[in-house]
């Protein structure tokens, strides 16, 4: 029987950080490229999603929050890891569909931008990854929580072309040129708010998918990942998923 030395420092698990603008499918790219390599995937932004219901649930108007009580809000959240990735818990309950909801979606900028919470919510997600293999997305993800990560990927798309993805995720439907329109100028006011946010590391490579299926996105980080980590094939590919972006 093999025993681990006391001084042995722990096993320093993969981190694949891949960071980029508002719905430039980060989330949905991130999930099944974890799939794909049978890491865990870690979604920063459902954390900031928790936090943001959390202080809806209160009922108090947004301009109403301050730093001090949208921390206090996240006291209430816990991260627990499943079998592929990690699940936001309010009040020790799930919360999957009321954060990927149109309300929590018009504010979470708003609670993402304080400073605490941030450092709250980079706190989280090291701890889950702590020891495992995994696949994060987010914001800050490569220049601020993972400045060492194993690969970089920093995912960027023509903001019609996200308006036009994001709407056709939303509505199962193709959207009108009137509604792309809309969502386009939607997103390059968040990306406004967003843009201390959305640095690309220095050493992170750059993936413009404006013109790229989701399995090519995800076959091109795959491989960069195999290059840089030497791993063997574990499985393939087989349908999209949802993008929580």
Same mark, same amino acid.
């Given at each position: 029987m093999t !025993?681990?030395?006391?001084?042995?420092?722990?096993?320093? /698990?993969?981190?694949?950080?891949?960071?980029?603008p508002?719905?430039s499918?980060? &989330?949905s790219?991130?999930?099944? $490229?974890?799939?794909v #390599? /049978?890491?865990?995937?870690?979604?920063?932004?459902?954390?900031?999603?928790?936090?943001?219901?959390?202080?809806?649930?209160?009922?108090?108007? &947004?301009?109403?929050?301050?730093?001090?009580?949208?921390?206090?809000?996240? /006291?209430?959240?816990? =991260?627990?890891?499943?079998? !592929?990735?990690?699940? *936001?818990? $309010?009040?020790?309950? *799930?919360?999957? @569909?009321?954060?990927r909801g149109a309300e929590?979606t018009?504010h979470?900028?708003r609670?993402?931008?304080?400073p605490?919470?941030? &450092?709250?919510?980079?706190?989280?997600?090291?701890?889950?990854?702590e020891?495992?293999?995994v $696949?994060v997305?987010?914001?800050?993800?490569?220049?601020?929580?993972?400045?060492?990560?194993? =690969?970089?990927?920093f995912?960027?798309?023509?903001?019609?072309?996200?308006a036009?993805?994001? =709407?056709?995720?939303?509505?199962s439907?193709?959207? !009108?040129?009137e509604?792309v329109? %809309?969502? +386009?100028?939607?997103?390059?006011?968040?990306?406004?708010?967003?843009? !201390?946010?959305?640095?690309?590391?220095?050493?992170?490579?750059?993936?413009?998918?404006t013109?790229? +299926?989701?399995? @090519?996105?995800? @076959?091109r980080i $795959?491989? #960069?990942?195999?290059?840089?980590?030497?791993?063997? %094939?574990?499985?393939?590919?087989?349908?999209?998923v949802?993008? /929580?972006?």
């Open positions: !025993t681990r030395d006391s001084s042995e420092a722990p096993r320093r /698990g993969v981190v694949i950080a891949i960071d980029g508002a719905a499918g980060k &989330s790219t991130a999930q099944w $490229v974890a799939k #390599l /049978g890491f865990r995937h870690v979604d920063s932004g459902a954390l900031y999603r928790a936090a943001t219901a959390a202080c809806l649930r209160k009922g108090t108007g &947004s301009e109403g929050w301050t730093a001090a009580g949208v921390l206090a809000e996240s /006291g209430r959240i816990t =991260l627990v890891p499943t079998a !592929t990735s990690f699940q *936001p818990l $309010v009040d020790g309950k *799930p919360v999957e @569909e009321e954060i929590v018009r979470v900028s609670v993402a931008q304080i605490a919470v941030r &450092s709250w919510v980079n706190e989280q997600v090291r701890r889950a990854a020891g495992r293999d $696949v997305d987010g914001r800050d993800i490569g220049t601020v929580v993972f400045p060492n990560a194993t =690969l970089k990927i995912l960027v798309a023509d903001p019609w072309e996200r036009r993805r994001r =709407l056709t995720q939303r509505l439907r193709k959207p !009108t040129a509604e329109a %809309e969502e +386009t100028d939607r997103l390059v006011q968040r990306d406004s708010k967003d843009a !201390t946010q959305t640095v690309q590391a220095k050493d992170a490579v750059l993936l413009d998918t013109y790229l +299926t989701q399995p @090519e996105q995800v @076959e $795959v491989a #960069l990942a195999r290059a840089v980590t030497h791993r063997p %094939e574990h499985t393939s590919p087989t349908s999209a949802d993008d /929580g972006d």
